[in-house]
């Protein structure tokens, strides 16, 4: 078979955006599960943590109209929520799930970044 590269990143792309929706999915889950309030309105650390684990979300649900904001959002989401866990527990939080985090925002940055240089464009509903 002849898969052309923007196939191929194309591919790439959904691949993470359905990826990143099902990491969603499950945080939503066991927040749901766990039956206690977001600490959103808290000024802890914790509160800015679910702050940053929400920008990732956003970020995601953005990219497929946005891909440049929604990799940028996603990015520093997940980054701002490494650096609090380094800063609260002197660590990166383990677990396979938080380093699969960055996949998307980075599948998306790459999507950007193709795009902007014009050899390849993601084929999106909303784009």
């Known amino acids: 078979m002849n898969f052309s590269l923007g196939r191929i990143l194309n591919g790439l792309w959904w691949g993470c955006f359905g990826f990143g929706v099902l990491i969603a999915l499950v945080f939503l889950a066991v927040g749901i599960g766990e039956g206690s309030r977001p600490p959103l309105l808290n ?11 929400l920008s990732w979300l956003m970020g995601l649900l ?20 490494y650096l609090g866990n380094l800063m609260g527990q002197g660590a990166f939080p383990g677990g396979p799930v938080f380093p699969l985090m960055w996949i998307p925002p980075l599948a998306f940055s790459l999507a950007w970044a193709c795009g902007k240089t014009g050899k390849w464009r993601a084929h999106t509903p909303l784009s």
């Open 43 to 53: 000024f802890t650390l914790e509160g800015l943590m679910t702050w940053c684990l």
């Open 62 to 81: 953005l990219a497929p109209k946005r891909q440049g904001l929604g990799a940028l959002m996603g990015l520093c989401g997940i980054g701002g929520f």
